[in-house]
Structures are given as structure tokens and as C-alpha cells.
């Protein structure tokens, strides 16, 4: 029997959040040689073991090897972020003459999507057939309101290896506001 051609993914644990949600990891491993993992609590990238130029394999991301390191780390190392990428100044916006009032993780201003940012929640996670063999979607809804933004955002992200080594992330967002 032959191996499937292009890239495979299987799940494992990673363990429980502190508020009891189980969260998982997913191995990609690629035609390649790429081994990337990933975990649907905060779509991190835990690992990407890639060959070098003269064949050497080596872990080109930085980050932890527990869920518990990924709960407690404050510099979001390998994260999705969420709803918004850097500062908003003070927590505070506004859009279509309306004022809206974030809430605050950086002193007094909101940074990559606040204290429940995207890279803080466990997203629902599934593979998929995609262009080069299996790849990993993770999906969330995060609800109006949510850290002070309006609308409810439907928020899609798919991660494939290619059999060049390549990582490709495809975000897609849709809100209600």
C-alpha cells in the first residue's frame, strides 16, 4: 500500500483551558519534508520543522510546547489576532459617526483584539480538502459587542502546506455591522 500523495494531518490533545474547553493540535506534514503544527486554541502556530538549504531540518517558529505556556504568554507568539492587528489608542473608535469604547489590554489602550482577542479563544477546527492534499480550517463567531466592536464577525482561516515547504494562511471575514 502507498502513502496518500500530498499533505496529511492528524489531531491530537493539548490539553484543557483553564475555563475547561479541550483544546487540540494538528500536525500537517508535507510532501516537502515541512512538519507544521498548529492548535485551535488561538490558531498558534506551535512549530514549523522545514529543510534547509543543504537538507538539515530545523523549528523556524518561536513559541511554547504546552497549551499552559500559550494561556500564560503575553507577547502572542505565533497567534491569530483579533478583530483588530496593533494598538487602538486609548480603546476607544469611531466609524459611521458612532463612538465605540474597546476594552484594554496595553494600559490604556486595546492591542490585537483585547483581553479575549482571537488568539485567546479556542476555535472549532476542521480538515479539509484543499489544493495539495488535506489543509486545517478554523472557524469562530465572535458575537456584537464582543471587546466593545459592533456586529457579529464570522471569521474563517485555512492553513495549507505546499509541497514547496510553503505555509499559506487564508483569512475570510464577514460581519453583520
Known amino acids: 500500500m502507498t502513502a496518500q500523495a500530498g499533505t496529511r494531518i492528524h489531531r491530537d490533545s493539548f490539553g484543557t483551558t483553564p475555563d475547561g474547553a ?11 519534508g515541512a512538519v507544521v503544527r498548529i492548535s485551535n486554541y488561538g490558531g498558534v502556530i506551535i512549530s514549523a520543522v522545514v529543510p534547509g538549504r543543504n537538507g538539515e531540518k530545523a523549528d523556524v ?3 511554547f510546547s504546552t497549551l499552559e505556556g ?41 492591542l490585537h483584539g483585547g483581553i479575549r482577542g482571537f488568539g485567546r479563544r ?9 489544493p495539495t492534499g488535506e489543509a486545517l480550517e478554523l472557524t469562530l463567531l465572535s458575537p456584537d459587542n464582543d471587546e466593545g466592536y ?9 492553513y495549507t502546506l505546499g509541497p514547496d515547504n510553503g505555509l499559506e494562511i487564508d483569512y475570510t471575514a464577514t460581519t453583520s455591522k
Do not use: C, M
Open 70 to 110: 500559550y494561556v500564560a504568554d503575553k507577547s502572542f507568539q505565533g497567534a491569530l489576532i483579533g478583530r483588530y492587528g496593533n494598538r487602538i489608542a486609548k480603546g476607544r473608535f469611531a466609524l459611521d459617526g458612532k463612538s465605540y469604547v474597546l476594552a484594554t489590554n496595553n494600559g490604556s489602550n486595546h
Open 22 to 32: 479541550p483544546t487540540h493540535v494538528f500536525t500537517l506534514e508535507g510532501d516537502g
Open 150 to 158: 459592533p456586529g457579529a464577525l464570522n471569521t474563517k482561516v485555512v
Open 122 to 130: 479556542v476555535w472549532d477546527a476542521r480538515v479539509i480538502s484543499g
Open 61 to 63: 517558529v518561536l513559541g
